[in-house]
C-alpha cells in the first residue's frame, strides 16, 4: 500500500527504491511491478526523448509534459529531476510551481552551472554553495504544500573534492533541503561516510549508475549504510537500448520478427498491458442516444 505521502514513507524502513522511468508506459509497467516511488529521470528522457547526451539540452517544458502524461497515467510517487532548475532562483520558483501543479511529489534541483552535465561525467563546473543555498530556499518558499519534497544534489564531488561536498550538503539541509543527494562518490567507504549524515534526521538519496563512478551496491546494503532512498535513473534505458539493437539487427538480417517472438509482447498481451478493453469498455458507459436535456421516444 502507498503511503499517504513521500515524507511519510520516508519516516520508515525499507530503503525506498525508485526506478527511472521516462514515459508513461515505462511508469505503468513500473507501477505494475510494484514500485511505490518513480524516478522521471532528465537523462532518460534526454537519451529516447533527443537521442542526446545528457549535458543540459532537456527544457523545462519538456520535463514538465512529461510528468503531467506520467502522472495521468500512475498514483505512485514521482521524483523528478529538474537539473539546475532551469535558471536562477526565480526560474527555480517557477519550476517549482509547475512541477508540482504537473504531479511531482518530489523535486530535485543540483549545484551545477548551466548547461549541467550527467552527474557521472567529467568536467562539470558548479555555481557557488550560497547561490545553491538560495535556490533551496526559493524551491521551499515557492511549493504550495509541504509535502512536495526538495531534493538538494550536490556534484562537488568531482569538482571540490569529498570534504567540501559533504559541506555543501550540511549547508543545502540548513537551507530547508528535504532529501541531501551527494552525487557520484567513488568509494564504497565514501558513501558510508555519506550514510553518516543520517544523524541529522535528513533523508539521503543513493544513485546507481551501472558504468558509472559510484560502486554498485543492493539496496539493503545502501539502507544498512544509512540512506532512505535508491535510485536507478538511466537503467531502464539501457536495457531497452540493448534489446532493441539486438532486436533491429535480427529484423534486418532475418527479414522477420520470429527471433524475436518469445521476447517481447505480442499483440494481445500488450493490450492486456495497458488496459485497452477495459477503456473500451468504459467509453462505451457514455454510449447512449439521449442527449442531454432531449425527451426520450416513447
Known sequence: MTDTTLR?????????????????????????AGFEALYVSGAAI??????????????MAEVLETVALIRDR????????????????????????LLERAGANAIQIEDQKF?????????????????????????????????????????????????????RAAL?????????????PRER????????????ATPLMANMVEGGKTPILPANELQDIGFAIVIFPGAIVRVLAKA??????SLKSDGTTSAFRSRMFDFEALNDLIGTTQMLARGKRYETSDEPGQPNET
Open 8 to 32: 511519510a514513507r520516508l519516516a520508515r524502513p525499507p530503503i525506498l527504491i525508485a526506478p527511472g522511468v521516462y514515459d508513461p508506459l515505462t511508469a505503468l509497467i513500473a507501477e505494475k
Open 46 to 59: 534526454a537519451y529516447t526523448r533527443l537521442g542526446r547526451p545528457d549535458i543540459g539540452l532537456v527544457t
Open 74 to 97: 500512475v498514483s505512485a510517487h514521482l521524483i523528478v529531476d529538474a537539473d539546475t532548475g532551469y535558471g536562477n532562483a526565480l526560474n527555480v520558483e517557477r519550476t517549482v510551481r
Open 115 to 167: 548547461p549541467k552535465r550527467c552527474g557521472h561525467l567529467d568536467d562539470k563546473t558548479l555555481i557557488s554553495a550560497d547561490e545553491m543555498a538560495g535556490k533551496i530556499r526559493a524551491a521551499t518558499d515557492a511549493r504550495a504544500s509541504t509535502d512536495t519534497l526538495i531534493i538538494a544534489r550536490t556534484d562537488a564531488v568531482a569538482v571540490e573534492g569529498f570534504d567540501r561536498a559533504v559541506a
Open 172 to 184: 543545502y539541509r540548513e537551507s530547508g533541503a528535504d532529501v541531501l543527494f551527494i552525487e557520484a
Open 189 to 200: 567507504s565514501e558513501l558510508s561516510r555519506i550514510g553518516a549524515l543520517r544523524g541529522k
Open 244 to 249: 532493441a539493437e539486438e532486436f533491429y539487427g
